[in-house]
């Protein structure tokens, strides 16, 4: 008599269970050394708050999705900042050329800013490299979307009712202020084109529709599913 093998559930090309981790050990070492170097530089230069900003939170998201080689923790990170993040880096090669687009990167061309700081935010050229990288190793995880949306909608709600709005000196202090932009587009003066109430809900709306939701489709279009537990 003979008996059949009972079979095993399909797995995702290249999930299949492996001994050994799927993220090499140097990259983590090497993120975490970053980490461990700009979060007490930036701490001391611009204070806690300045974590606040999506690109520092997922900043270290990516650093615990890395170690814990959490596909849904880098997914959301991606879903997060690979937008704007494309936008930093447009308007930086613009100032390098001499050329003025957004001003979200004037900043990084500010002579009374050390080197070494401002060489620290160049992370917002490599980073969103390295999460598509990451995202198609681990594959993405299609909860990245409400995830994350749900943690920027926390973090608008702390920036607009609790950290500091525009101000004109905003240029010369190292705090940062309208963080997020929840105040307008400006860090020296609040928007004037609605009702404050108006922008807010347009941010609460504009950035998971306009800005997360199409990298959302976009990754669940290219990339393969993450496998759950």
């Known amino acids: 008599m003979t008996t059949t093998a009972p079979a095993t559930p399909d797995l995702p090309q290249g999930e299949a269970a492996r001994p050994g981790s799927r993220l090499p050990l140097w990259l983590k070492l090497a993120y975490s050394t970053f980490l461990a170097v700009l979060v007490p530089v930036y701490w001391y230069n611009y204070g806690p708050t300045n974590f606040l900003y999506f690109c520092d939170i997922a900043l270290l998201v990516t650093l615990v999705g890395i170690w814990r080689e ?12 690979l937008l704007p993040q494309l936008v930093w880096v447009v308007d930086f090669l613009a100032g390098l050329a001499g050329i003025t687009l957004t001003g979200m990167t004037t900043y ?7 080197l070494f700081l401002r060489g620290l935010s160049l992370f917002h050229g490599w980073l969103p490299l390295l999460l598509i990288g990451l995202v198609w190793r681990l594959g993405y995880d299609r909860r990245a979307f409400w995830s994350w949306t749900i943690l920027a909608w926390a973090l608008m709600v702390v920036c607009l009712t609790m950290m500091p709005g525009p101000r004109a000196d905003a240029g010369s202090i190292a705090t940062p202020v309208n963080i997020n932009y929840m105040h307008g587009l400006s860090d020296t003066q609040a928007q004037v084109w609605m009702p404050g109430w108006a922008w807010t809900a347009l941010m609460l709306a504009g950035m998971p529709l306009l800005i997360f939701l199409p990298t959302h489709l976009v990754l669940r279009r290219v990339c393969r599913p993450a496998a759950r537990a």
């Not at 959490?70 to 900042?81: F, N, P, R, T």
């Not at 990084?108 to 050390?114: D, I, L, S, V």
């Open 70 to 81: 959490s596909a849904l923790l880098i997914s959301m990170a991606a879903v997060g900042i």
């Open 108 to 114: 990084m061309f500010n002579a009374e800013r050390p």
